[in-house]
């Protein structure tokens, strides 16, 4: 893995153990998708929030990635330049922001292929909750983490998150998630697209890039797709599903 091929400061100068790749089950029991760059066609999900306001994140991404500040830090260092010069803002404005976001190419016929098998679907998603919760809402996915934004009663931003899903540690959130469903963790597949995403591949039985946006996650990936179309995803994906029973 090389990180000087990333397009940012790659995350592996500062984490350098990832997890033990499972052994894959000849079923796949569980697809995770990453959302940004993979479900939606938007890079990112904060940068998009950063650039209706006028506003850039690259130096709390910098700083985040040297491990200098936390994703709770991070968080809120975003929230606060969305807010400067006292500007309020509600969770319905970033709805509204939201709509201009697309889905990827071939989202829907990917997931309601995918529906058709005995296999079940999340997203495992650092972008923000309100964004995936209205993907999973259209793609009719029931499991979805992401990284929420704190409001008060009137639905303003307060400027504080809960993370569920650490940037660094996608990992993680797949072990916890396979502890919940019963699953061994070589029965689940997940598609990425960033350096960000080699701890979400690597903990998986199968794992594919999808358009990667950092070389060092293609050498992580059992099958790499470089076309904008995720009906390729399930292509891969089939030869490990089983049909629902009648």
């Known amino acids: 893995m ?3 091929s990333c397009h940012r400061y790659c995350y592996l100068n500062t984490r350098k153990r990832l997890p033990t790749k499972p052994e894959r089950n000849s079923q796949i029991k569980l697809v995770l998708f990453d959302m940004d760059g993979v479900l939606v066609d938007s890079i990112s999900s904060w940068r998009h929030v950063h650039t209706h306001f006028s506003t850039n994140n690259d130096h709390a991404v910098k700083a985040y990635v040297q491990g200098k500040i936390t994703d709770n830090e991070f968080i809120r260092h975003d929230v606060n330049q969305w807010k400067q010069d006292g500007q309020h803002i509600f969770k319905k404005e970033l709805q509204s922001i939201f709509s201009t976001i697309t889905l990827m190419n071939g989202a829907q016929t990917c997931i309601q292929q995918l529906q058709k098998y005995d296999v ?5 998603s650092a972008g923000i909750d309100v964004l995936a919760n209205k993907v999973a809402t259209i793609l009719n996915i029931p ?6 934004l704190e ?3 009137n639905g303003q931003l307060t400027g504080e998150g809960k993370v ?6 996608k990992d993680a959130v797949v072990e916890q998630i396979a502890y919940q469903l019963h699953l061994h963790q070589g029965e689940i597949a997940a598609v990425g697209n960033s350096c960000f995403d080699i701890p979400l591949l690597r903990s998986v039985g ?4 999808f358009q990667p946006d950092d070389d060092c996650i293609i050498s992580e990936a059992d ?14 994906l089939q030869p490990f599903l089983s049909k629902k029973k009648k």
Not at 120 to 124: K, P, W
Not at 206 to 209: K, V, Y
Not at 223 to 236: A, R
């Open 2 to 4: 090389d990180s000087s």
């Open 120 to 124: 079940q679907i999340g997203i495992v």
């Open 143 to 148: 499991l979805v983490y992401a990284n929420e």
């Open 151 to 153: 409001t008060d009663l």
């Open 164 to 169: 569920h899903v650490p940037l660094m540690q």
């Open 206 to 209: 199968f794992g594919i890039a």
């Open 223 to 236: 099958e790499v797709v470089y076309k904008k179309d995720l009906t390729k995803v399930f292509n891969h």
